[in-house]
């Protein structure tokens, strides 16, 4: 409750200091050279996004969802793009519900923060937005069309194109790629663990690293008290000071290290030796860099 | 408002927040599960209700599930007796369904009811008519990649995702589409799911002789509730399955978004309606599923529980009668019963430009209510009324197209 009251407050924050900015600003979308825009849909918030996207919308609100803006181009060739413009609190929320349904097997270009092109279809983030664009047609001229206002958009709404920074600590050897994810609530289904970012490894098996960023050294280690209440006894075995290991009954197998106001943590990793490489690399980066 | 209604506003948050945290703290996975995670015997039989005449036969709390990334919660889901599991095309990109298809894998495909939703897709012809064949073509299309993404031949109830017109639910090309999908073996049965007009929707459901479920937005707070639950008494009585959504009513009293309501209570009231089948509360982590799962076993709603939902309710609801009791105390002359309909409008029914264009109609000033120290009309509902003109007067400023 908590999160969503911080969430609530920030989404505020956003929509009133934007409103100076839209004033000066003729949208957020730009012209093109060859398109006409129209925008008769009505701006969404979180009150109504179930109206547009149904279900779909609870996701949306956890990861501080603003607004959705809505456009349509139409060009000479009677070709309609739809453009979605979902606004987030942050670039984290953004990144994080973009993630949410982004599939690694995906058509992957270079636009914004990340995208994918795929048939009639390129979804991708900047900043704190993350765009939707989609067509009805088909054809070669589709994915030009689509790209360039794509493009456009990226240019025209000015936002930072970096992934979120935490993602820096994350050792590069062996990570899968388009796996990170930034979870904003209920990581791994349990209440309490909030703001997690992962990314998928595969050595002789696949595992996953993850960083919690619980804002405080205190509320990192609540945290931790929490998650050890939360797991039988039997099931925990201490490895170090701050570091357990952990037989989850729901996830699997589990190393978890408090260092500062971060919870570092692997799951299913194939055994001790990649388990104490990968995280000494993660908590001498966070050291380095994020202390 | 005065120093008493400021602290009775503290207590009552307060009171429902530490109700709340103690809701969850009973229902802690910890001390609700064994070892290995599975579900401590609970003495009381699981309460099961016929979903209509389609045969399958339901608890009375069911799984919204809304995220890819934790199927563990959907295999303790299935250990606590869950057996409906609902999902939709548009989910997460299709991540949603393929996480079920992935952990269904494992379990007995007549063990489980899974529904999935397919939004119809609407395109104009060259006349300006609606495209029949193009939402035929996408919505079977849509329907495969579901099956695929699933795992699945079939799906048990197959939804047309969010209907809120009686035409649309009657429109024959989704009528023909649905009964084709049911015939080709690819849905056991099918029906609409609606969050919007609902007693409208239902009553189309009803006539058109073909859908067997609605899947209907339904709870303690909407200002036509009464409607709705005799809508769903009567599709119930013709057969038609009914499976409740939305029953937290987006899991706060008031639109700050700082009063929380009791979410189990607020299950409970829409169970106590027996025309109900089923909900399907959306659960993110454990301690929500746990909380949600026990009242399967025990639908017995607490005194606390039902004074929390009366919360609401104190603080005035939206609904203005309408009986002017305010208008004689107002030295403005103010026409407080419309600016009250405008907040209904904002607030309740999501039409701020309906809100703003009423405002626009009744011709008084931005700040209606200054120079006035206090506000000497009373409401017959308790409404806070300067406050929600206050509230509601900023609407007058928004730019038009900045309103939805």
């Known amino acids: ?291 | 408002m005065g120093i008493n209604e400021l602290d009775r506003r503290k207590f009552l948050r307060t009171s429902v927040l530490g109700s709340a945290s103690a809701l969850l703290a009973s229902a802690s996975f910890a001390r609700s599960r064994d070892a290995d995670g599975n579900k401590k015997t609970d003495d009381k039989p699981m309460i099961r209700r016929k979903l209509g005449k389609t045969g399958i036969e339901l608890p009375i709390v069911s799984f919204g599930v809304m995220r890819a990334d934790s199927p563990a919660l959907v295999q303790t889901a299935i250990k606590d007796g869950i057996v409906l599991f609902d999902t939709a095309h548009g989910y997460q990109g299709g991540k949603n369904e393929e996480m079920l298809g992935e952990v269904f894998k494992a379990y007995p495909r007549d063990s489980f009811v899974v529904a999935t939703k397919v939004p119809p897709e609407i395109k104009k012809d060259a006349a300006g008519a609606f495209d029949g064949s193009f939402t035929t073509k996408t919505f079977l299309e849509n329907l495969d990649i579901s099956l695929k993404r699933l795992n699945m031949d079939y799906v048990d109830i197959l939804y047309v995702h969010g209907l809120s017109a009686r035409d649309a639910v009657l429109w024959p090309v989704l009528l023909d589409v649905v009964t084709k999908a049911k015939k080709m073996g690819k849905a056991r049965h099918v029906g609409v799911s609606t969050h919007k007009n609902e007693p409208e929707v239902i009553q189309a459901v009803i006539d058109s002789g073909v859908y067997e479920v609605v899947l209907t937005s339904v709870n303690f707070k909407q200002d036509h509730y009464p409607a709705v639950k005799e809508a769903i008494a009567k599709a119930a009585k013709a057969g038609i399955g009914i499976v409740a959504m939305k029953t937290m009513a987006g899991g706060f009293h008031d639109k700050e978004r700082n009063l929380p309501i009791n979410c189990k209570a607020a299950l409970k009231f829409v169970l106590q309606d027996e025309n109900i089948t089923t909900a399907i509360p959306g659960n993110t982590n454990f301690d929500q599923l746990a909380m949600n799962a026990s009242i399967n076993r025990d639908l017995t709603m607490t005194a606390q529980e039902e004074a929390d939902l009366l919360v609401g309710k104190s603080e005035g609801g939206l609904y203005c009668q309408g009986c002017e009791h305010c208008v004689p105390n107002c030295p403005k002359g103010l026409p407080i019963p419309e600016i009250m309909r405008a907040y209904m409008y904002a607030y309740g029914y999501r039409e701020s430009r309906q809100a703003q264009e009423l405002l626009a109609s009744l011709n008084i000033p931005n700040n209606p209510c200054a120079g006035c120290p206090s506000c000497s009309a009373k409401c017959a509902k308790n409404f806070a009324i300067p406050e929600r003109i206050q509230d509601v007067m900023r609407l007058t400023a928004v730019p038009e197209e900045f309103i939805s």
């Open chain 1, 1 to 291: 409750m908590r999160y969503q009251s911080i969430c609530g407050s920030v989404i505020f924050l956003v929509v009133l200091l934007s409103v100076p900015a839209l004033y000066g600003q003729e949208s957020f979308f730009p012209q093109l050279p060859g398109w006409k825009i129209t925008q008769d849909d009505p701006v969404y918030n979180a009150n109504n996004l179930w109206d547009v996207i149904d279900g779909a919308a609870d996701l949306y609100l956890e990861y501080c969802f603003v607004d959705l803006h809505i456009a349509r181009y139409f060009n000479m060739d009677s070709m309609e793009v739809k453009a979605e413009l979902y606004r987030h609190a942050s670039s984290e929320d953004a990144f994080g519900m973009y993630a949410q349904e982004r599939d690694t097997g995906y058509n992957f270009i270079p636009i914004g923060v990340q995208g994918y092109l795929q048939q009639g279809v390129l979804n991708f983030i900047t900043g704190s937005y993350y765009i939707k664009l989609s067509t009805f047609q088909t054809g070669v001229k589709t994915n030009d069309a689509l790209l360039a206002i794509g493009k456009k958009l990226v240019e025209h709404l000015k936002q930072k194109n970096t992934m979120p920074r935490l993602f820096q600590v994350f050792p590069k050897e062996r990570k899968l790629p388009h796996t990170e994810q930034y979870v904003a609530r209920n990581f791994l289904g349990y209440s309490f663990l909030n703001a997690a970012y992962t990314a998928a490894y595969k050595d002789s098996s696949a595992f996953k690293i993850f960083v919690i960023d619980a804002a405080e050294q205190e509320k990192a280690k609540s945290i931790l008290v929490d998650y050890l209440k939360a797991i039988p006894k039997e099931a925990v075995t201490r490895l170090d000071t701050e570091k357990y290991q952990i037989q989850d009954p729901h996830i699997g197998v589990m190393v978890l290290q408090e260092f500062d106001r971060y919870i570092c943590g692997m799951i299913n990793y194939p055994n001790g030796k990649i388990r104490d490489e990968y995280l000494k690399k993660v908590i001498t980066s966070l050291s380095r860099n994020f202390k």
